[in-house]
């Protein structure tokens, strides 16, 4: 009975991200984990929800913060690049890979069929001890199969986690760093396509700069030029057609 209650008690831990992973019987990064217990989760998921039920998407963006983000310090770039395209941003700070699988399973990527997706997640598994850099990598395959059954006809754009901490041997680097190393695997370069821009928002030694990326962690409008220039000739190619 001890034995039991241990379990149930270790399970509900899990649940509530207080045990991570590799104390668990499973690996959570590859589970579908609800936020919808936070009131702007709750309203930003129904919202997209709503403009996805509209159709005519071609192009969405998942992710974290860092893809939120395109709505506060990369605002002025999305208008710029993604205005005048119809483009969906998927992105919620602090998710972590079983949330983006909770999200898109439950009515996110219901009723559009966009031409092109772009994935980046991963950092706060390992950002908050709930996955080792592996396990990591197992929730963002995951996520490519269900995008695989989701949105069949869409290219996935899968980009590696961008650094985050000022040195490249800070241990938050060399984690990020070991997801990067997992992902090349899962992309075949039809359907899936691997990008890696990470060093553009390094000096020559690997330092990343508060100018580029204010905490270490989330890229400044700077930061988001360079992505939309880094990820331009996909969009052109697999969103206009040229």
Known sequence: MKKFIISVFLGLMVVCGTVSAQDADSNIAVQAVSR???????????????????????????????????????????????GNRRALNLGYGADRTEHVIWRITNGELDGIS????????????????????????????????????????????????????????????KLVNEINVGLPALADGEKIIYLDFGAKYLTEDGILPVEMMRDRLHPGAAGYEIWAQEVEPYVKKYVDGK
């Open 36 to 82: 919808m217990g936070e009131k702007w989760c709750a309203d930003r998921h129904e919202q997209k929800m709503a403009i996805a039920k509209k159709g005519d998407i071609d192009l969405v963006f998942i992710g974290d913060s860092i893809t939120h983000g395109w709505e506060g310090a990369g605002k002025d770039v999305w208008a710029r690049y993604y």
């Open 114 to 173: 966009p031409k092109l997706v772009i994935l980046m997640i991963g950092t706060n598994n390992v950002g908050h001890r709930s996955s080792t850099p592996a396990q990591t990598v197992e929730g963002i395959k995951k996520i490519l199969d269900i995008l695989a059954e989701k949105v069949p006809t869409a290219k996935i754009l899968l980009l590696s986690v961008f650094p985050r901490s000022e040195k490249p041997t800070d241990e938050m680097r």
